[in-house]
């Protein structure tokens, strides 16, 4: 009976981690599309769309690099919700 019990809390507490990091992974989803809508105003702004034009925005430049950040993490908490190792 304890090793049923154990079990169980073992799976609820489980589902209840995929739950959370699932949660997160949307939460952060919205960030990205959130920076997207920023990047493109700034470009829009600064009439420049091209990264390697030299009147691209700076904050424009940051904004690109935080959201690949974010979609690394994202991709990285996919796997692990999906039991794959993450990539490195």
């Given at each position: 009976?304890?090793?049923s019990y154990?079990?169980?809390t073992l799976r609820q507490a489980v589902a209840a981690n995929r739950l959370r990091i699932a949660t997160l992974i949307s939460n952060l989803s919205r960030?990205?599309?959130l920076l997207t809508g920023d990047i493109?105003?700034?470009e829009e702004r600064a009439e420049a769309s091209d990264v390697?034009?030299?009147t691209y925005p700076v904050l424009a430049r940051s904004?690109?690099?935080r959201r690949e950040n974010i979609g690394a993490t994202i991709?990285?908490?996919e796997a692990v919700i999906?039991?794959?190792p993450k990539a490195a």
């Open positions: 009976m304890a090793n154990q079990l169980e960030t990205v599309d493109e105003r700034e390697s034009d030299p904004l690109r690099e991709a990285s908490l999906q039991g794959t």
